[in-house]
């Protein structure tokens, strides 16, 4: 890596939405109108005090900001290594670090006047904080979710509901992240006068990839100051895993341009790296262009998406945030990943160690801090953004480790 | 003049608007494609346009996805579209046009897939997910290779961004009569004449109108204003219709392209 010759972070993306040669806008015609719309709306209210300060009271009042950094003495004892510390964005309301992102799109929308409200998703993190905005602030909200997807995350679905969300499952394609977001964008070509369409990663088309990481940025605004009070420095390393990206991206991005910081993004392995059976887009994709934004994507032989696979719903995608693709290349983040049954090991881990279910999302962050906490000196800092909590994912667990014979007593 | 060109001279020389006819290449399969596309032309298409199948048409609805479906678990590739393009020109001398996604030309190699298509007897590309702003690379390729460019102008669509569409279109421009995806629908937009009145006041390029349309009164209506008139989902449904009993599919087609076409014959 070489810093003098990354571009300024806050050059990026350009007017275009481009990340070096990633990012962009491929939408249907149809859509193009009311993005550049949001694009005007969001440039306008990031520099009007009154949003601002609006934002801000929602994220301390609402959502529970700032979030702890957490010292894991005894994880960090058991493993021997460095220091870990955990960015708990796991005890934000709603359980996630989601809810960042849909407050700030939630108060864009009521500027934009749109009353009614969609969103994608996988998990149902992202899905029950728009539910849960959405009926604090009065607006009407659909949620397009995958049939597999509301399965497994079935606790999420009727959390959406009790909110008065209206929960679509989706029945096509491979039923999961990326088939919810196909029916999201279909529903948004034919209703966006009225409707805002909360995107719920850094991901899709420009501006999406912006708004999505500037509402994340806190999370790492967040961890250099506390870290500042809590050891004078910032820290060695920070890991957090990568879905479309937006708890990554929100947690580094601060530390973009300090080089003493690494910064470790991890994808979801699945069951190997084998076409069908992972989510790692650096591991097995090309160069490609996906619901919205060129980037890395998992696609066949001919150009067609592959199916995807993770324990986790919210790793299950096909595509990584245009900007992760932008700085891998520039060798600023580096990229790992952590197959199902890692990622249950390192939930398990921090159940036992520190009485903190995680969600099996961050669960391959954690897995990665398993094996490289050792590598670490012991006065090394190791960040962990625990970007979910594991309630949702508990009868899931459940069912593998009956599967795997592994239930505790 | 180049196919399209020539088809759309005839269009205005007529006063008639001409037949564009969508099909999924490759739905159900290879074989009965080719016959569809067949029984198509002999009964009355104009311009064919081709769609390439592809896993996540985010554009389409679900008859179109459904069709797309169909196509890939029949086992269709690039390259078979490729292919049912050359079958085709052994019969047909109308224009086709490639309706498809970026990911599919970029896969490729962009200039590589112009090449290929243009080689392959195909006239014309709209893809989907690309907007003027984005095509650089394409627009560049299908210059070189002298393929025609068709792009999307949608109700949405401001004036000033008409004009810079039609700048980069040198085929024919689509316009979708409604915000929405692809799909049958009851009636047409109300405000049909007023829009196309709208991109006739920017632009002289030769203008097709489609999204929706499926009975006779929607072709005479668009008949009334537009260069092409294309149809889509209604024809894709008889395919679905009769999977189980796969005679049937052409002799529904040509019957459903007699009714639609009794429609030019309608005063609007
Ligand atoms: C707890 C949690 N972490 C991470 C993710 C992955 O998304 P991203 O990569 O955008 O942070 C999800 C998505 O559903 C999630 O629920």
């Given at each position: 890596?070489?810093?003098?010759?990354?571009?300024?972070?806050?050059?990026?993306?350009?007017?275009?939405?481009?990340?070096?040669?990633?990012?962009?806008?491929?939408?249907?015609?149809?859509?193009?109108?009311?993005?550049?719309?949001?694009?005007?709306?969001?440039?306008?209210?990031?520099?009007?005090?009154?949003?601002?300060?609006?934002?801000?009271?929602?994220?301390?009042?609402?959502?529970?900001?700032?979030?702890?950094?957490?010292?894991?003495?005894n994880m960090s004892e058991q493993l021997g290594g460095a220091r870990i510390y955990l960015k708990r964005e796991d005890l934000l309301h709603t359980g996630a670090h989601k809810i960042n992102n849909v407050l700030g799109q939630v108060l864009l929308a009521k500027r934009l006047g749109k009353q009614r409200i969609i969103a994608e998703t996988g998990a149902g993190q992202h899905g029950v904080a728009t539910a849960t905005?959405?009926?604090?602030?009065?607006?009407?909200?659909?949620?397009?979710?995958?049939?597999?997807?509301?399965?497994?995350?079935?606790?999420?679905?009727?959390?959406?509901?009790?909110?008065?969300?209206e929960v679509i499952g989706v029945e096509t394609g491979q039923k999961t992240l990326k088939d919810a977001v196909n029916e999201a964008m279909r529903d948004w070509v034919s209703s966006s006068r009225n409707t805002h369409y909360i995107l719920g990663s850094a991901l899709g088309a420009h501006p999406f990839p912006m708004i999505v990481r500037d509402m994340h940025r806190v999370i790492g605004a967040e961890i250099r100051e506390q870290m500042q009070a809590l050891a004078g420095r910032n820290p060695d390393e920070i890991v957090a895993c990568v879905g479309g990206g937006s708890n990554a991206i929100g947690a580094f991005w601060e530390f973009l341009d300090h080089p003493e910081v690494r910064l470790v993004g991890v994808e979801a392995g699945g069951e190997g790296i084998e076409p069908g059976r992972h989510a790692a887009r650096f591991e097995g994709g090309k160069m490609g262009v996906f619901q919205g934004c060129r980037t890395y994507i998992l696609q066949n032989f001919d150009g067609q998406i592959d199916p995807t696979h993770s324990v986790s719903a919210g790793l299950d995608y096909a595509a990584i945030g245009p900007e992760h693709a932008f700085y891998r290349d520039q060798g600023r983040i580096d990229y790992a990943y952590a197959t199902d049954s890692d990622a249950l090991e390192g939930f398990k881990m921090l159940c036992r160690t520190e009485g903190i279910l995680p969600a099996l999302e961050s669960s391959h962050a954690i897995a990665y801090a398993l094996k490289r906490a050792p590598q670490m000196r012991k006065d090394q800092i190791l960040v962990i953004n625990l970007s979910g909590r594991g309630d949702k994912d508990v009868q899931q667990v459940q069912r593998v480790l009956d599967k795997m014979g592994e239930t505790p007593a | 003049m180049s196919r399209i060109q020539k088809t759309f001279q005839k269009a205005r020389d007529e006063g008639r608007a001409r037949f564009v006819a969508y099909i999924c290449a490759g739905d159900p399969d290879y074989e009965t494609s080719l016959e569809v596309a067949r029984a198509l032309i002999e009964s009355g298409t104009e311009v064919l346009e081709l769609g390439v199948p592809f896993s996540d048409p985010l554009a389409d609805g679900l008859t179109n996805q459904l069709a797309a479906d169909r196509a890939l678990k029949a086992g269709m590739t690039q390259e078979m579209v490729f292919q049912l393009v050359r079958d085709i020109r052994k019969f047909s001398e109308i224009p086709i046009v490639f309706y498809t996604y970026y990911n599919l030309v970029y896969f490729h190699g962009v200039e590589n897939y112009v090449k290929r298509a243009k080689e392959a007897g195909v006239d014309g590309l709209l893809t989907l997910d690309l907007p003027p702003e984005e095509a650089d690379d394409l627009l560049q390729a299908c210059t070189k290779h002298d393929l025609e460019t068709v792009f999307i102008i949608a109700p949405t669509t401001p004036a000033e961004r008409i004009r810079r569409i039609a700048g980069v279109t040198t085929g024919f421009l689509y316009y979708v009569s409604r915000e929405g995806v692809t799909g049958e629908r009851a009636d047409l937009a109300a405000d049909l004449e007023e829009r196309i009145a709208g991109i006739r006041a920017e632009t002289d390029v030769p203008l097709v109108v489609g999204f929706g349309v499926s009975r006779p009164e929607h072709v005479a209506a668009i008949n009334a204003y537009a260069d092409g008139v294309v149809v889509g989902s209604a024809l894709v449904n008889c395919i679905k219709r009769n999977l189980d009993q796969r005679d049937e599919i052409l002799p529904e087609l040509r019957a459903k392209m007699k009714d639609l076409c009794s429609g030019f014959d309608l005063k609007k």
């Open positions: 890596m070489n810093l003098e010759t990354i571009p300024d972070k806050h050059s990026l993306p350009d007017a275009g939405g481009h990340f070096g040669p990633y990012g962009g806008c491929y939408v249907p015609e149809t859509l193009m109108t009311c993005l550049k719309e949001l694009e005007e709306a969001y440039t306008k209210a990031k520099k009007d005090p009154e949003f601002n300060q609006e934002l801000q009271r929602e994220l301390k009042e609402y959502a529970g900001r700032p979030t702890g950094l957490y010292y894991a003495r905005v959405c009926a604090k602030f009065g607006l009407d909200c659909v949620i397009y979710m995958g049939a597999v997807d509301m399965e497994r995350q079935s606790l999420n679905v009727f959390r959406m509901r009790l909110c008065g969300a | -």
